[in-house]
């Protein structure tokens, strides 16, 4: 088939230059092994489709015919290749990431809005959902998850330092109820539980000490399935919220919510951006992807 697509491909470029020495030297072969070529073609295809003199080269009928059938369409793939050489020194097209809200809001939206102004021809789509998705499945071009829920035949590039989830409530809260000293403390006090999309379970606080991993299913008057309005009900005085450090720090430092059990809060790693492949990937891609890194 190939082979069949090369031929026609210098059929067409005789029938235009009407001499096999000019069509020759743009093909960059000689003229007899391009004269070999076309009656190799003929005999394949059953018909005469040029007719040669000592001056020039013309289409016969069926030559003809088939000319104005094919070359508009290698016309059309020379405009695509053209398109995609200008793509490739100006960003452009489809880049779409599946990712949580809580990365969203706080690591891939902040760095690229920074970014993306300077490329108009980009359109970047964030798809927000708390469970695991096949990208390539679902033609999405990455995902991003923190780096201990990556796959392991995934290519991943961190794009954030390591996190650590925190126990949170309000001066309010702690004036009402005792301080918790360890995590089994917990199972005493108001919590706001978070509903994990993908089991469908709640999420059992994971903590550890010297070594020690500690999971504590909580109880309370709520629960919920993202992390900002888990936040938001540690504000309004619910209970304790299980929630990153990055989305309560300014809070805590304010005075607004106090942070419990310090010590039994181990780093886990940051946010990764994960894709199948380093092979092809399209220029805007490689914007998106360089942004995430490098980004402040």
């Known amino acids: 088939m190939r082979q069949h697509f090369n031929d026609l491909a210098a059929f067409v470029t005789v029938a235009k230059a009407k001499s096999f020495t000019k069509a020759a030297a743009e093909l960059g072969i000689s003229p007899s092994a391009l004269s070999q070529t076309m009656r190799q073609l003929e005999e394949r295809l059953g018909y005469r489709l040029l007719t040669r003199t000592t001056r020039s080269v013309s289409t016969t009928e069926a030559g003809e015919r088939l000319f104005v059938s094919v070359a508009p369409r290698f016309e059309e793939i020379d405009a695509e290749l053209a398109v995609l050489g200008e793509m490739r020194?100006?960003?452009?097209?489809l880049v779409r990431?599946?990712?949580?809200?809580?990365?969203?809001?706080?690591?891939?939206?902040?760095?690229?809005?920074?970014?993306?102004?300077?490329?108009?021809d980009i359109?970047?789509?964030?798809?927000?959902?708390?469970?695991?998705?096949?990208?390539?499945?679902?033609?999405?071009?990455a995902g991003v998850r923190l780096g201990e829920s990556v796959a392991k035949d995934m290519i991943a590039?961190?794009?954030?330092?390591?996190?650590?989830?925190?126990p949170v409530a309000t001066p309010a809260y702690f004036e009402s109820h005792p301080v918790p000293e360890t995590p089994q403390d917990l199972v005493q006090h108001r919590c706001i539980n978070l509903r994990l999309t993908t089991q469908g379970g709640l999420y059992a606080w994971e903590f550890e000490k010297d070594g020690r991993p500690v999971?504590?299913?909580?109880?309370?008057?709520?629960?919920?399935?993202?992390?900002?309005?888990?936040?938001?009900?540690?504000?309004s005085n619910f209970g304790i919220a299980f929630v990153p450090q990055d989305s309560v720090d300014h809070?805590?430092?304010?005075?607004?919510?106090?942070?419990?059990?310090?010590?039994?809060?181990?780093?886990?790693?940051?946010?990764?951006?994960?894709?199948?492949s380093r092979r092809h990937n399209s220029p805007a891609f490689q914007i998106i992807l360089e942004a995430l890194r490098h980004g402040d």
């Open 89 to 93: 020194d100006r960003p452009a097209g």
């Open 97 to 120: 990431i599946t990712c949580s809200e809580f990365a969203a809001e706080t690591i891939v939206w902040p760095k690229l809005k920074r970014v993306l102004p300077d490329y108009p």
């Open 123 to 141: 359109t970047l789509e964030l798809f927000i959902e708390h469970g695991f998705t096949d990208i390539a499945a679902e033609r999405f071009d």
């Open 157 to 166: 590039v961190r794009i954030s330092a390591d996190g650590r989830l925190v």
């Open 215 to 235: 999971r504590v299913r909580v109880n309370g008057p709520i629960i919920f399935n993202s992390i900002k309005p888990m936040v938001d009900a540690a504000l």
């Open 251 to 276: 809070h805590v430092r304010a005075g607004r919510l106090v942070q419990v059990l310090q010590d039994w809060c181990p780093p886990i790693p940051g946010f990764h951006l994960y894709y199948p």
